[in-house]
C-alpha cells in the first residue's frame, strides 16, 4: 500500500513492515512475517520493480513478528540483512528473556494469534547470516537509512530514519496499535523488555525531523516524532 512518494507499507495495523522506493533502487524496514513474503511479490508488481531491485533489509529489532521473510530473501535473492549488533543473537536464535505480558482482552489477542497463523508466523526461520550495525551508522543503501539507538523494547531496537521518505521508522519503540487490547493510539508497546529505557529513549526519537512515524504495529503516524513521543509518555 502506498503512504507517500516512496513509501509503502506491507502488512496491516496488526503486522507491518515498509518499503523505500527509490530510484537507484529498493530498500526495505523490517519483514513482518513469513506470509508476508507474498505481500512484498504484490508490492513489486505493483510497482513493477524486479527482486533484484532490493538492496537491503533493515531489522529494527530481532523478535519473530519482524524477521519473518529476512531469512527467505537473504537465501533466495541475496539481499543482506542489517540489524544493531546487540540483536544480533536474538535474530539468529530466536533467544530472548520473558516478559510480562501485561493487559489484553481476549477479542484482540486472539486477532493477534489468528492473524499471525494466516501469516506462518509459527515457521518463522531465524536469520543465519546478518550484518551489525550501530548507532549513528548511515548505511550504503537507497535513502541513506540513519541508524538511530533507541533500547529498550530489546537492547538492539532501533529507529531507522530515511530523509528521502520524510519518515522514521521505529519497530516496537512504541505503537498505535496494542496487538493484546486492541487500544489505539500512540502508546508503549507490549512484550518490552525494559520499559523505562524505551521511555527513556524517546528523547532521541523527539529529535528527529520527519513528517510520518512508522510503527510494526498500528496506524502510520503522520506528525512530527515530537509528538507522538510525548504521547506515548503521557499514555504510559
Known sequence: MKLAPHLHRLGNDIVASYL???????????????????D??????????????????????????????????????????????ADAHRVRTGEKPKTPMGPARIGPMLEFLAYGLRKNAMRTPH?????????????????????????GHSPGSIAVHVPAADAVFVGDALTTRHVLTGRTGAQPAPFTDEPAAALASLDRLAAVSASWVLPGHGAPWQGSPADIAAAVRAAG
Open 127 to 151: 536469520v543465519s547470516e546478518v550484518t551489525e550495525v550501530a548507532d549513528g551508522d548511515v548505511l550504503d543503501l537507497p535513502g541513506s537509512p540513519v541508524v538511530i539507538g533507541m533500547p
Open 40 to 85: 512484498l511479490q504484490r508490492e513489486l508488481a505493483t510497482l513493477g520493480r524486479p527482486m533484484s531491485d532490493i538492496r537491503g533489509l533493515v531489522l529494527t529489532h530481532g523478535d519473530g513478528d519482524h524477521i519473518g521473510f529476512a531469512e527467505r530473501l537473504r537465501r533466495e535473492a541475496g539481499v543482506p540483512v542489517f540489524i544493531h549488533a
Open 20 to 38: 523505500i522506493d527509490l530510484p537507484e533502487g529498493i530498500t526495505l524496514i523490517d519483514a513482518g512475517l513469513p506470509g508476508h513474503w507474498n
